[in-house]
């Protein structure tokens, strides 16, 4: 094959790469006049080949795009500083039906034997221009959902509130009967117990949400009310002390809420199970960074891989929901100066995932309500929780078809051990 043809047949590829291109191409020559467009080019502007070909590139441009164009080029080619040239830049093209669109632009110098040549590369950027707005409309909408979520669970828990002074007051009633009625006592007794029971429920109920939605909205409003009163440059750091104290308030609302929306879908049968492949370090460090803002007093995070790779087959979402519990629950409750060590370890029939700390552990009377919902253990209550944690932590795992258990020392170690059947276990 000789040389001409073998450049004919390149000319032949180069003009079908640049037709078929996915972005829009545009050739000019020195003084701005369009010299060559593709196929994307055509679609985008609306202005057939004929069109744009012989014309200055300014009319594919909005203003003052438009009018300095052919000025960029000449100050390039005079004094060699490019303004465009060689540089990415988002820009704004205006269509032959005069609507104005943005897209990305890409301008490379070619220096031919005899002339000049720049080449455009475009990018539609209306598609993302679209989802950045939509973006914006969801967080929106999303800030506004958090305020109506935040004042119905007021509503619930005055509601709570009144419930629990009447069951008062019906518990005070039984007693009368019981005493008129001795011949039912054993009868009264047992159901006098069960409504003890319900009552006690339902008062740490209102007494965990009340506290644990007074305290950082507390915190909120008294930092608000400080950082008002430095005003000078030099009380920068008063203010930036109260700031974080504010988003740490918010965080624990926002786990508050979290713990509450976990175990609504819980509640009303609405987590849906999605079985995969994932690598468990990646769920680890989602779950790490997102503890981060509780290492605090020299409290540190450590995973160990005791397993050969750390390949897992489970929904990785409910793993996410389980591992930021237990590791969240960790540093709460562990002493200072302490590791909170998250151990991956496969065996025959399960994976297992450790998770051990050293802190105030759990008293031995309490350990049988671990898993009850909205139980604080006797030594836990000056640390913020819902006391659903745990109650979500096990039913997720039973959803996934995993076991969730835990040995602890009060005063010493806590270790939670969640068992997930291998693959070939899991029955979907």
Same mark, same amino acid.
């Given at each position: ?136 409309? *969801? /967080?929106?909408? @999303?800030?506004?959902? #958090?305020? %109506? =979520?935040?004042?119905?669970?007021? $509503?619930?828990?005055? &509601?709570? +509130?009144? *419930? /629990?002074?009447? @069951?008062?007051?019906? #518990?005070? %009633? =039984?007693?009368?009967?019981?005493? $008129?009625?001795?011949? &039912?006592? +054993?009868?009264? /007794?047992?159901? @006098? ?23 950082? @909205? ?211």
């Amino acid at each position: 094959m000789d040389s001409e043809q073998q450049y004919s047949e390149l000319a032949l590829q180069f003009d079908a790469i640049i037709k078929t291109a996915i972005d829009g191409i545009i050739i000019i020559d020195s003084k701005g006049i369009i010299q060559l467009v593709n196929n994307a080019v055509i679609h985008l502007f609306g202005y057939s080949e004929e069109e744009m070909v012989g014309y200055n590139v300014s009319k594919l441009m909005s203003s003052p795009h438009n009018e300095a164009h052919d000025h960029y080029i000449e100050n390039y080619l005079s004094t060699g500083v490019a303004k465009i040239i060689g540089v990415g830049r988002e820009v704004s093209g205006r269509k032959k039906d005069g609507q104005i669109f943005p897209f990305r632009l890409a301008v490379s110098e070619v220096i031919l034997p005899n002339k000049t040549i720049f080449a455009g590369i475009i990018h539609d950027l209306t598609e993302v221009t679209h989802a950045h707005e939509n973006l914006k409309k *969801i /967080n929106s909408e @999303l800030e506004q959902r #958090i305020i %109506e =979520r935040t004042y119905d669970l007021e $509503k619930a828990v005055n &509601k709570l +509130l009144d *419930i /629990n002074k009447n @069951l008062n007051v019906e #518990i005070q %009633e =039984r007693h009368k009967i019981e005493s $008129k009625l001795k011949e &039912k006592e +054993l009868e009264l /007794n047992q159901l @006098l117990n069960k409504e003890k029971e319900l009552n006690e429920l339902k008062s740490r109920f209102v007494s965990m949400a009340s506290h644990e939605f007074r305290t950082p @909205l507390s915190s909120i409003m008294s930092s608000a009310a400080l950082i008002q009163r430095y005003e000078d440059t030099n009380q920068q750091p008063n203010r930036e002390k109260h700031i974080e104290r504010i988003k740490t308030a918010v965080t624990d609302l926002t786990e508050i809420l979290n713990d509450f929306l976990s175990f609504g879908q819980i509640e009303e049968n609405r987590v849906e199970v999605k079985y995969e492949h994932f690598h468990f370090t990646d769920i680890i460090q989602e779950v790490f960074d997102s503890c981060n803002y509780l290492c605090k007093n020299n409290k540190n995070l450590e995973f160990i891989n005791d397993a050969s790779e750390n390949m897992l087959y489970s929904d990785p979402r409910i793993i996410r929901n389980i591992m930021l519990n237990l590791v969240s629950n960790a540093l709460k409750y562990a002493f200072n100066d302490t590791t909170i060590r998250v151990i991956l370890n496969k065996g025959q029939d399960n994976v297992t995932i450790k998770v051990i700390n050293q802190g105030i552990g759990i008293p031995e009377e309490d350990k049988k309500f671990m898993f009850t919902r909205f139980f604080r253990a006797s030594n836990a209550s000056n640390i913020q929780g819902t006391g659903l944690g745990l109650n979500i932590v096990e039913r997720y795992a039973s959803i996934i078809q995993s076991e969730i258990e835990f040995e602890s020392v009060e005063n010493g170690e806590t270790c939670f051990t969640l068992m997930i059947p291998n693959q070939e276990k899991i029955k979907i």
